[in-house]
C-alpha cells in the first residue's frame, strides 16, 4: 500500500515550457486535491476532484489544468510555466467526497523551478 | 472571505515546555478543523482533528480546543521532544464551498534539546 505517489520529486522548467505533474493513489479514495505550498502562505488549493470525471477549481487555478480519467490518477498540467508557479505542489486524497470532513492523504510533494 | 489565520509563525521552546499554536477562522459554519504536522522534505500529515460539537480532544501528549463562539482553535504540545520540530499547520472546512478545505500560514516549531 504506497498511499499517495508524486512524480517527479524535483523539476526545473523555462518559462512558457509545459509539463505535468503526476500524481496516483492505491487507496480507492474519491476525493483528490492539488496544493501549492510557498514560504508564509501555507497551502492553497490549485483544484480538486469528488470522483472520477469530475473536477472543479480552488483558490488559485489559473494556469493549470486537471483531468480525472481514473479513480487513481489526477495529473496536474501545467500549461505555459511562469516563475510565478515556482513552488512545491502537493497531491491529497481523502476517503470521503467532502473532504471538508475527512483527514486528507498527502503525497512528498514536486518541488517546481521555473526559470 | 473564506480565511484561516495561524500564530505564530515560528515558536521555539525548550524540550519538556509546552507549546501552544493558535488559529482563527472566518466562516461560522466551520464544522472540521485538522491539524497536520510537516517534517523536512515529506508531505504534511494528519496529527489530530476536532469536530464542532467537541469542545476538547486529546492524544497523549496532544490536545485540541475550539471555541466556536470566538472562531478559534488551538493545538498543544506538552513535553515537547526533538521529534516534535516541524511546521504545522491548521485548517478549517467551508461547507458553504464545496471541497475547500483552507489551511493556515503554518507554524515552525523548533524543540531545542
Known amino acids: 500500500n504506497a498511499g499517495v505517489t508524486q512524480t517527479p520529486k524535483f523539476q526545473v522548467l523555462k518559462t512558457g515550457q509545459s509539463m505535468t505533474l503526476q500524481c496516483a493513489q492505491d487507496m480507492n479514495h474519491e476525493y483528490m486535491s492539488w496544493y501549492r505550498q510557498d514560504p508564509g502562505m501555507g497551502l492553497r488549493l490549485i483544484h480538486y476532484s469528488v470522483g472520477a470525471g469530475i473536477t472543479d477549481q480552488g483558490e488559485v487555478p489559473n494556469g493549470y489544468n486537471v483531468s480525472r480519467s481514473t479513480t487513481e490518477d489526477f495529473p496536474l498540467r501545467l500549461l505555459s510555466a511562469a516563475p510565478s508557479q515556482t513552488s512545491v505542489y502537493f497531491c491529497?486524497?481523502?476517503?470521503?467526497?467532502?473532504?471538508?470532513?475527512?483527514?486528507?492523504?498527502f503525497g512528498n510533494g514536486t518541488r517546481l523551478t521555473v526559470t | 472571505g473564506e480565511n484561516v489565520e495561524q500564530h505564530p509563525s515560528t515558536l521555539s521552546v525548550q524540550e519538556g515546555d509546552s507549546a501552544v499554536i493558535k488559529c482563527t477562522y472566518s466562516?461560522?459554519?466551520?464544522?472540521?478543523f485538522p491539524w497536520y504536522k510537516q517534517e523536512l522534505g515529506k508531505g504534511p500529515q494528519l496529527i489530530i482533528d476536532?469536530?464542532?460539537?467537541?469542545g476538547e480532544k486529546k492524544d497523549q501528549r496532544i490536545a485540541v480546543t475550539l471555541n466556536k463562539t470566538a472562531k478559534h482553535f488551538s493545538l498543544h504540545i506538552t513535553e515537547t521532544q526533538p521529534e516534535d520540530s516541524a511546521v504545522y499547520f491548521c485548517?478549517?472546512?467551508?461547507?458553504?464551498?464545496?471541497?475547500?478545505?483552507?489551511f493556515g500560514q503554518g507554524t515552525t516549531l523548533q524543540v531545542k534539546p
Open positions: 466562516d461560522s459554519a466551520s464544522n472540521y
Open positions: 485548517a478549517a472546512s467551508f461547507p458553504s464551498n464545496t471541497g475547500k478545505l483552507i
Open positions: 491529497a486524497s481523502s476517503y470521503d467526497s467532502r473532504s471538508y470532513n475527512s483527514p486528507l492523504h
Open positions: 476536532i469536530r464542532s460539537n467537541v
